[in-house]
């Protein structure tokens, strides 16, 4: 069934005015009218990052192309859908388009979530050079993976508490895991963590539980490389648990690198979920290499017996919220200071060269104190130039073969044969 846009009405010129002064207003670009990206995702203003995930995957697995190909609109419904998404998931995009609509938001730097799957082989080894050269590419969950999950059609494996099990998933497919807990286990917390030694990329997924029961993606944490290995976590303890998004930092890093370490810490963000219920909670790795399967092991943990590690890092993360408030105002310090340094380096620079032209207009001046005439003295200067110039060395003469020698003897060398067989 074909989605019809809806129509626009005729607008009177006092609402035209009260939209104007709105910092959500739509933007015209050429004849293309831009919509107010809270509205597209139907999501309030003060929504939070897990509403604004939510609204953004139902839309998106609506509108996408592979399940409209018949229909024209959907694909630009989709398009819109992600651009939204990508103003208001980034925080400073999102504080900039809040006080000064999308005239404050670049276009041009929008990120868009690549589906590896419906990439095709060329695209995907463009999009694997590109991440080699360490272009930023951000990956989204294939949606025949979402759809599954959604209609519950998966198969789910049983993963117990403190056992891991070490699988092997395919490119842009993923493998299902159920956890059962209970109400003690649940009030100790739980972690579920994902590593792979051979540095496999993947994704490590969270799924909500619907009505109808099928499942619908909550969380997502992209594996991330320490040394040789990549690893992926979520942990449910009872109190806000921060992750620290690495892709707003690498986009930060290819435009300046002073930006790279003010901005290292703005991707550090709260989880939505901070604790679980008792029953059955289902995860997945999601394989998101580009050619090749991934190798990794999986393992559900209840937190109940690591107390000290709970405090040590609700610890670390109050310094690392703190450090992240000192780096704001550190960063216009430096800012100033870097100013003033660069404007005394082109101040020395000016002055060194005021310096040499005056000196030099001084020699030039002690040089006129002279009666001679300025011939006379070019060509004394010469002269004397010349006796200091290093005479050419001689060439060594080349030495001729024995045979030529011969040839020139002179008159008086004859050659006398003597028998010594006859006496004299």
């Not at 050079?129 to 999950?149: H, Q, R």
């Amino acid at each position: 069934m074909k989605m019809k846009m809806p129509t626009r009405k005729s607008r009177s010129r006092k609402e035209n005015r009260d939209d104007e002064k709105k910092p959500a207003t739509a933007a015209v670009e050429g004849k293309q009218v831009r919509r107010d990206p809270y509205e597209v995702l139907g999501v309030q203003r003060n929504c939070t990052d897990q509403e604004l995930k939510s609204a953004y995957r139902k839309l998106a697995l609506k509108y996408h192309p592979d399940k409209n190909a018949n229909d024209p609109n959907a694909a630009d419904m989709f398009k819109e859908v992600t651009f939204s998404y990508n103003i208001l998931s980034d925080p400073d995009k999102r504080r900039q388009y809040d006080t000064a609509g999308f005239q404050a938001v670049e276009s041009e730097s929008q990120e868009l979530e690549l589906d590896l799957s419906n990439l095709g082989t060329v695209n995907t080894m463009f999009a694997a050079i590109f991440s080699k050269l360490g272009v930023p590419i951000k990956t989204t969950v294939a949606t025949t993976i979402l759809e599954e999950a959604l209609s519950g059609t998966i198969i789910t494996h049983p993963l117990r508490l403190g056992e891991p099990l070490s699988k092997k998933v395919e490119k842009q497919c993923a493998n299902f895991y159920s956890v059962s807990i209970t109400e003690e286990e649940a009030r100790g917390g739980l972690v579920c963590r994902v590593q792979s030694s051979d540095r496999s990329k993947f994704k490590l997924l969270y799924f909500d539980r619907e009505e109808n029961g099928g499942l619908s993606l909550a969380l997502q944490e992209d594996s991330t490389r320490t040394g040789k290995v990549t690893s992926a976590g979520m942990y449910f303890l009872g109190f806000p648990v921060y992750r620290l998004d690495h892709a707003a930092n690498s986009l930060a890093a290819s435009k300046d690198p002073d930006a790279a370490f003010f901005k290292k810490l703005d991707g550090f963000q709260s989880c939505e979920v901070t604790e679980l219920k008792a029953g059955t909670h289902v995860f997945a790795v999601y394989g998101d290499n580009f050619f090749r399967s991934a190798s990794y092991t999986i393992e559900a943990l209840c937190a109940a017996s690591f107390a000290k590690e709970k405090e040590d890092l609700r610890t670390v993360e109050a310094q690392i919220l703190s450090k992240r408030a000192e780096l704001s105002k550190f960063e216009s310090e430096y800012r100033e200071v870097l100013a003033q340094f660069t404007e005394m380096t082109a101040r020395y620079t000016q002055e060194m060269q005021t310096i040499d032209l005056l000196l030099k207009q001084r020699n030039e001046i002690h040089a006129s104190y002279s009666v001679a005439p300025p011939g006379k003295r070019s060509a004394s200067k010469s002269k004397r130039s010349s006796s200091k110039e290093p005479k050419e060395e001689e060439q060594p003469r080349e030495k001729k073969p024995a045979r030529d020698r011969l040839k020139k003897r002179r008159w008086y060398n004859l050659h006398l044969k003597v028998n010594q067989r006859k006496a004299c």
